[in-house]
């Protein structure tokens, strides 16, 4: 397989699966606040393919970036790192 070069890749978790072929995988990041030094949680949400709609609400996956696919959507599942649970 040919290097497409450095594609970033992304963790994060599936927050909607209701559209065809597309989830919505919102990303978890840490950033220290300047004056105060506390760490706290930024969200950023992604449209990402998916082409066997295989992926459910609460799955963690990979994500990849990829051309342009739709207006919104510039990122495909990469793989499914960890399945939801039923709870």
């Keep these: 397989m040919s290097e497409r ?8 978790t599936v927050v909607s699966n209701k559209m065809d072929k597309t ?5 978890e990041r840490l950033v220290q606040d300047q004056r105060y030094k506390k760490y706290v949680r930024h969200y950023s949400r992604f449209m990402a393919h998916d082409e066997a709609n295989a ?13 342009p ?8 599942v990469e793989e499914t790192l960890v399945k939801a649970t039923l709870a």
């Design 23 to 27: 989830v919505v995988v919102r990303v």
């Design 55 to 67: 992926c459910a609400e609460g799955d963690q996956v990979r994500i990849i970036e990829h051309r």
């Design 69 to 76: 696919l739709s207006k919104r959507k510039r990122w495909k």
């Design 5 to 12: 070069g450095n594609r970033r890749t992304l963790v994060g």
